[in-house]
């Protein structure tokens, strides 16, 4: 190419950059709102990462293509030789980045077990609940509230729960009761415990005791997931607070934790409340307000479904839909999957997106670069916690509200985790605005969180994560003059 050629390429391909970034910006401007959060300010506190990759850096780079423009011809060739090769660095990212095979879940516990020293069960849920009916224990996987939901019917977009009492529909809101309870196997090894009367991980006498001081709600850790009794947060906090009942289970949102509250606590009465509030609660709830039965506990007065009162009835429901949906499709209501060595090659098995590659959706998943932003349900999540506060102080009890957050904001403090951390400001002004105290963990995980505090990434608390989980919550309530019952 002769140097007049080379002058006007050049000049081409700076005006096609300009054009470009001036197009992105453009649509950034125009679809702002789709992008602001409500007070401009928490965009630049919450948002920097997108916001300097969808306003400042088109605007900055098609200004300096511009200005480019009146340089020589020699300093132009300079400055494209140096984009082409960062243009060039970060697509060769984003290709490996779409080869890279997702490590499939079966082999991250498989590998977490071996490395741990730990024996590993490659048996499904199902495998192990049917492998413990042969030995004479009618066992049953865990069916969470909201996977048991999930299999449900849509009509007329209303979620129409599978669970049937006299035709009617139910949503549990706890486990079978007495039946032993096949939860989990992080560990490496199947995790059981059998459930009280009314679906619990309790010892069935904590519903003889009278005057029960504390009720724990909540989802995973409250529920035991996935330790034994002696690891977990749940017995560490009773060994301080004998009379505690634990109406945690895992797989709910702030709906389901209210069904409870009104099903369940309303029984007690107790003088405190733990609302254990995790991260995803809010998003939860995107699923359960498409419930008309879960929203009637929200708009309807003191409504029940009446669940303790016809627990007999909720079980046979649940237990015919549970054994139906194992004999039809073979596997827990999770999804856990036999990790054998033919179902480890099909999950190995991933196919790149190529056409992803082109705007850098990989690159961007992993900086968590997004354009839109994810809008939380805050007012659904507002009126959900004034009715909760509303109930307990009618039988004079007192409602706590702890923050849980994703655990790994305490061990990386660069973790980038953008809807979250503006709906996390949210939702503690949401708490403090109706005058429920507040435990926040995210100040102890950032301070303390100890090093082991989870098997592998992804899992849940480790028996360190859960006793520090427990311990800062009986500390609070010990320095808010709480004296423990015997």
């Given at each position: 190419?002769?140097?007049?050629?080379?002058?006007?390429?050049?000049?081409?391909?700076?005006?096609?950059?300009?054009v470009?970034?001036?197009?992105?910006?453009?649509?950034?401007?125009?679809?702002?709102?789709?992008?602001?959060?409500e007070?401009?300010?928490?965009?630049?506190?919450?948002?920097?990462?997108g916001?300097?990759?969808?306003?400042v850096?088109?605007?900055?780079?098609?200004?300096?293509?511009?200005?480019?423009?009146?340089?020589?011809?020699?300093?132009?060739?300079?400055?494209?030789?140096?984009g082409?090769?960062?243009?060039?660095?970060?697509?060769?990212?984003?290709?490996?980045?779409?080869?890279?095979?997702?490590?499939p879940?079966?082999?991250?516990?498989?590998?977490?077990?071996?490395?741990?020293?730990?024996?590993?069960?490659p048996?499904?849920?199902?495998?192990?609940?049917?492998?413990?009916?042969k030995?004479?224990?009618?066992?049953?996987?865990?069916?969470g509230?909201?996977e048991?939901?999930?299999?449900?019917?849509?009509?007329?977009?209303?979620?129409?729960?599978?669970?049937?009492?006299?035709?009617?529909?139910?949503?549990?809101?706890?486990?079978?009761?007495?039946?032993?309870?096949?939860?989990?196997?992080?560990?490496?090894?199947?995790l059981?415990?059998?459930?009280d009367?009314?679906?619990?991980?309790?010892?069935?006498?904590i519903?003889?005791?009278?005057?029960?001081?504390?009720?724990?709600?909540?989802?995973?850790?409250?529920?035991?997931?996935?330790?034994?009794?002696?690891?977990?947060?749940?017995?560490?906090?009773?060994?301080?607070?004998?009379?505690t009942?634990?109406?945690?289970?895992?797989?709910?949102?702030?709906?389901?934790?209210?069904?409870t509250?009104?099903?369940?606590?309303?029984?007690?009465?107790?003088?405190?409340?733990?609302?254990?509030?995790?991260?995803n609660?809010?998003?939860?709830?995107?699923?359960?307000?498409?419930?008309?039965?879960?929203l009637?506990?929200l708009?309807?007065?003191l409504?029940?479904?009446?669940?303790?009162?016809r627990?007999?009835?909720?079980?046979?429901?649940?237990?015919?839909?549970?054994?139906?949906?194992?004999?039809?499709?073979?596997?827990g209501?999770?999804?856990?999957?036999?990790?054998?060595?033919?179902i480890?090659?099909?999950?190995?098995?991933?196919?790149?997106?190529?056409?992803?590659?082109?705007?850098?959706?990989?690159?961007?998943?992993?900086?968590?670069?997004?354009?839109?932003?994810?809008?939380?349900?805050?007012?659904?999540?507002?009126?959900?916690?004034t009715?909760?506060?509303?109930?307990?102080?009618?039988?004079?009890?007192?409602?706590y509200?702890?923050?849980?957050?994703?655990?790994?904001?305490?061990?990386?403090?660069?973790?980038?985790?953008?809807q979250?951390?503006?709906?996390?400001?949210?939702?503690?002004?949401?708490?403090?605005?109706?005058?429920?105290?507040?435990?926040?963990?995210?100040p102890?995980?950032?301070?303390?969180?100890?090093?082991?505090?989870?098997?592998?990434?992804?899992?849940?608390?480790?028996?360190?994560?859960n006793?520090?989980?427990?311990?800062?919550i009986?500390?609070?309530?010990?320095?808010?003059?709480?004296?423990?019952q015997?």
């Open positions: 190419m002769n140097k007049k050629g080379f002058v006007n390429l050049s000049r081409l391909i700076l005006i096609f950059v300009c470009i970034c001036f197009i992105i910006l453009g649509y950034g401007i125009k679809n702002f709102e789709n992008f602001r959060y007070d401009v300010y928490d965009l630049f506190l919450f948002d920097k990462t916001l300097i990759a969808f306003y850096l088109p605007a900055l780079i098609g200004l300096s293509c511009l200005w480019a423009l009146r340089f020589t011809a020699s300093t132009r060739k300079t400055i494209l030789i140096h082409a090769t960062i243009v060039v660095a970060i697509y060769a990212a984003e290709i490996y980045l779409s080869l890279q095979a997702p490590a879940r079966g082999k991250i516990l498989v590998d977490a077990a071996k490395s741990g020293g730990r024996a590993f069960d048996r499904s849920r199902t495998e192990y609940v049917l492998d413990l009916r030995k004479g224990i009618n066992a049953y996987p865990y069916a509230r909201g048991l939901l999930e299999h449900g019917t849509w009509k007329n977009g209303r979620l129409i729960s599978p669970i049937k009492v006299n035709g009617k529909q139910v949503v549990p809101l706890a486990g079978i009761s007495g039946k032993t309870t096949v939860l989990c196997n992080e560990p490496g090894t199947w059981t415990y059998k459930a009367r009314y679906g619990f991980n309790n010892p069935d006498s519903w003889d005791l009278k005057n029960i001081q504390v009720a724990l709600i909540g989802d995973s850790l409250p529920h035991g997931y996935c330790l034994p009794d002696e690891s977990h947060a749940t017995p560490r906090f009773r060994a301080t607070f004998p009379r009942a634990n109406l945690g289970f895992a797989g709910s949102g702030a709906l389901e934790y209210l069904g509250l009104m099903e369940y606590a309303s029984l007690i009465r107790p003088k405190i409340v733990i609302w254990i509030h995790y991260e609660d809010v998003r939860d709830m995107e699923l359960e307000k498409s419930s008309d039965v879960l009637k506990y708009n309807k007065g409504y029940r479904q009446k669940i303790p009162e627990q007999t009835e909720v079980d046979s429901a649940t237990m015919k839909f549970i054994d139906d949906f194992m004999e039809k499709h073979g596997t209501l999770l999804g856990e999957r036999r990790v054998g060595a033919p480890l090659a099909k999950m190995q098995q991933h196919v790149p997106k190529y056409k992803d590659a082109i705007f850098l959706r990989n690159i961007r998943n992993t900086f968590k670069i997004y354009f839109r932003k994810e809008d939380s349900d805050l007012e659904l999540f507002r009126k959900t916690m009715k909760a506060a509303e109930v307990v102080q009618s039988w004079g009890g007192k409602l509200f702890v923050f849980r957050p994703y655990g790994d904001r305490g061990s990386d403090p660069f973790v980038v985790r953008r979250y951390d503006y709906e996390r400001k949210q939702v503690l002004s949401i708490v403090e605005s109706i005058g429920m105290p507040v435990i926040d963990l995210l102890v995980f950032k301070k303390k969180l100890p090093p082991m505090w989870t098997l592998y990434p992804g899992s849940h608390y480790t028996k360190a994560g006793f520090l989980f427990a311990d800062t009986i500390n609070r309530l010990a320095g808010d003059g709480v004296v423990p015997p």
